[in-house]
Antibody, heavy 116, light 110 residues
Framework: QVQLVESGGGVVQPGKSLRLSCAASGFTFRNYGIHWVRQASGKGLEWVALIWSDENKEYYADSAKGRFTISRDNSKNTLYLQMNSLRAEDTAVYYC?????????WGQGTTVTVSS | QSALTQPASVSGSPGQSITISCTGTGSDVGTYNLVSWYQQVPGKAPKVMIYEVSKRPSGVSNRFSGSKSGNTASLTISGLQAEDEADYYCCSYAGSGTFVFGGGTKLTVL
């Protein structure tokens, strides 16, 4: 079935880096744009970044610009989010979501905690 | 990239209709017909209920409908059911490849 599975979350100190992955299955990954969306505990959804099926087109929220990099490996059906210079306010559940008919397929999320 | 404005909470009794508003600006909701709505049950991933302002994905009940007027989009749920109790988020394309979500609305079915 169509599925997205995130991984790579964990506890990291402020200022450090972390790379999240999102493995896709059940559809032709290279044909779709994919978003990263995050949600701090008890808070709302926040759009983070989008990469189109054309690997060169990346877009970021202001909160992510300059610190986060979205990328994809179509040969591995995998999306990535490289997060550098992490801050306490980056603590959240990070979801990947397929860009089709809105955001029609979501992963289960991976939790990132930035704390010393 | 300011969040879209939604009421923090709405409530209704079973069988009633409720409407959740989502107010943006002329740079997002007012310009693009790319507003979507998501239902999120606590502890679960969001689920798309409406896309492109008023289109319903296959499998979503026709009790859910969407509309837009100017800078405000709306989600209406008719024939409210207990299973509709959840958090609801709007999302709009905001130009230059970016998107913005609303702050979310908690729907309580009385």
């Amino acid at each position: 079935q169509v599925q997205l599975v995130e991984s790579g979350g964990g506890v990291v100190q402020p200022g450090k880096s972390l790379r999240l992955s999102c493995a896709a299955s059940g559809f032709t990954f290279r044909n779709y744009g994919i978003h990263w969306v995050r949600q701090a505990s008890g808070k709302g959804l926040e759009w983070v970044a989008l990469i189109w099926s054309d690997e060169n087109k990346e877009y970021y929220a202001d909160s992510a610009k300059g610190r986060f990099t979205i990328s994809r490996d179509n040969s591995k059906n995998t999306l990535y989010l490289q997060m550098n210079s992490l801050r306490a306010e980056d603590t959240a559940v990070y979801y990947c979501a397929r860009s089709f008919l809105g955001m029609d397929v979501w992963g289960q999320g991976t939790t990132v905690t930035v704390s010393s | 990239q300011s969040a879209l404005t939604q009421p923090a909470s709405v409530s209704g009794s079973p069988g009633q209709s409720i409407t959740i508003s989502c107010t943006g600006t002329g740079s997002d909701v007012g310009t693009y017909n790319l507003v979507s709505w998501y239902q999120q049950v606590p502890g679960k991933a969001p689920k798309v209920m409406i896309y492109e302002v008023s289109k319903r994905p296959s499998g979503v009940s026709n009790r859910f409908s969407g509309s837009k007027s100017g800078n405000t989009a709306s989600l209406t749920i008719s024939g409210l059911q207990a299973e509709d109790e959840a958090d609801y988020y709007c999302c709009s394309y905001a130009g230059s490849g970016t998107f913005v979500f609303g702050g979310g609305t908690k729907l309580t079915v009385l």
